[in-house]
């Protein structure tokens, strides 16, 4: 399974866009790269999901350079309510290994 | 459709004793993860189970165990409960694995106090 390192907290203020950055070295060919934001005493909610180059919706973009070696999660102009810990995983969706290392994340407090 | 349901909300023990925590999944989904949350903490992975059988494990003591039903809802139970077991255990489903996109549907959680 892959390991990821993520920032341990990020600071940002209203209006910003906020990039959140994730390793992960030995990434294999069939693993997807999956992003979860948690709010405080909730369960995570799935944010985003890609391969390579780069996925957007309506709530984030998502950015993953050739090698995959790395990826980049992107807040557009975050508000109050963005302030949340944000997880990245990376693993393969066929299989049951890529749900079993969440790691601490990264949380992101965003000011007025 | 409803989400993930996880019963009960919230629970104050005392050590020594056993908790027994449910988690009904989305109609549909078969696969079941459980997870526990200190404060401050990531999610720390317990177990998986699929079609009635534990599919994955997580690096837990074996206080902790889990089970699956045919209807798909799962139970977890911790025994001869210790302080450091109070945290949030949060559980998550997905569809059969044919239909697996890698999104987790999470339930809010069973906030476990052990006193």
């Known amino acids: 399974l892959a390991k990821t390192t993520q920032p341990i907290s990020m600071d940002s203020y209203e209006g910003q866009e906020v990039n959140i950055t994730c390793s992960h070295n030995n990434i294999a060919t069939n693993d997807y790269i999956t992003w979860y934001q948690q709010f405080p005493s909730q369960g995570p909610r799935f944010i985003i999901q890609?391969?390579?180059t780069k996925v957007t919706n309506e709530v984030a973009s998502l950015f993953i350079p050739a090698d995959r070696k790395s990826s980049t999660l992107s807040l557009p102009r975050v508000s109050l309510s963005d302030t949340a810990v944000y997880y990245c995983l990376v693993g393969d969706p066929g299989t049951g290994g890529f749900k079993t290392i969440f790691g601490a994340g990264t949380r992101l407090f965003v000011k007025a | 459709k409803a989400g993930v349901t996880q019963t009960p909300r919230y629970l104050i023990k005392t050590r020594g004793q056993q908790v027994t925590l449910s988690c009904s999944p989305i109609s549909g989904h078969r696969s079941v993860s459980w997870y526990q949350q200190t404060p401050g903490q990531g999610l720390q992975f317990l177990f998986e189970?699929?079609?009635?059988?534990?599919?994955n494990k997580g690096n837990f003591p074996g206080r902790f165990s889990g089970r699956q039903f045919s209807n798909s809802r799962s139970e977890m139970n911790v025994s001869t409960l210790e302080l450091g077991d109070s945290a949030l255990y949060l559980c998550a489903s997905e569809p059969a694995l044919a239909l697996n996109t890698g999104e987790l549907f999470f339930g809010e959680g069973s906030r476990l106090t052990v006193l």
């Open positions: 189970y699929f079609s009635e059988t534990q599919r």
């Open positions: 890609g391969y390579k």
